[in-house]
């Protein structure tokens, strides 16, 4: 064994041996094997974590400072942290105490929350607000990456709102207006899963901002009419329609033929301002 061997097996024989000797104080064990929860604060707004550890992850704290912040915050139950020009305030409770408090929500979410109302009852807006609220904590539980929070919106409720948010620019590529009968899409030239994640991402690092979710969700569930095989072009060419080889046509410039067609197929029941396009 060379001497940093043997250095490495003292230092692990003196902290076993000073564990050994704490391990029979009934405070120590006590705190070493009681688990906790925490609540994380940062611009007025509070989420739930299940460890201290998942509270730096969530909001992409450097986690090597961690440990010894760690212990602070369970003997003190709670701990403050400046990271980049923010305030991060982690209060800690004992998972076995059921006293966490349910986290509070972005300001903006309870002013649009409309109280009891009914999800028919609720504006866009109200119900967008809602859902950013799950998402963040979600994310916030260390369970969900950027990519999963932002599936709530995309993948489980995008078609419960498409009606509200979801609308037509009036553009069609020249081979689905050449082949109106084809396989076509609704495509959101935006970008629109992949934008999310990145602000989700941001907004897991900086803080939550509900008003930014609502204006990005509104500007990014806008849609033109393509073909299958576009949308798959313009997927591999991140969005630029040019090196796709799409071209876009103005809808009054379409037959009223093809116009009737892309109405019944593409618009009628699937985007907010399909009247505006009947024909």
Known sequence: MDQDDLKKANTRRIRAAGTARTWDDENVRRKRITRHTCTV????????????HAGF?????????????????????????????????????????NIVPTPSEPKASQQLKGGNLKGDEQTADEQLAIVYGVM???A?????N???????????????????????????????AADPEAKLILEHFHRIQHRLTLL???????????????????????????TFEENYAAHRAKGCYDAAGIELLDWVDLPEDVRRTLYNRKLKGSVSNAKQYAV
């Open 140 to 144: 916030g539980t260390g369970l969900f």
């Open 41 to 52: 604060t940062c611009n007025g707004v509070t989420t739930e974590h299940d460890s201290v």
């Open 200 to 226: 989700v991402a941001d907004h897991m690092k900086s803080g939550p901002d509900v008003a930014a979710f609502i204006e990005a969700v509104r500007r990014m569930e806008q849609v033109h009419i393509v």
């Open 146 to 176: 950027a990519t999963k929070a932002r599936a709530i919106y995309s993948h489980v409720m995008a078609s419960k709102l498409k009606m509200q948010l979801r609308t037509f620019t009036g553009k069609v590529s020249r081979a689905a």
């Open 136 to 138: 963040m904590h979600a």
């Open 57 to 97: 992850k969530a909001y992409g704290l450097p986690t090597g400072s961690h440990i010894s912040f760690r212990s602070r915050a369970k003997i003190d139950g709670m701990a403050t942290l400046e990271h980049e020009g923010l305030t991060y305030l982690f209060k800690t409770f004992p998972k076995d105490s």
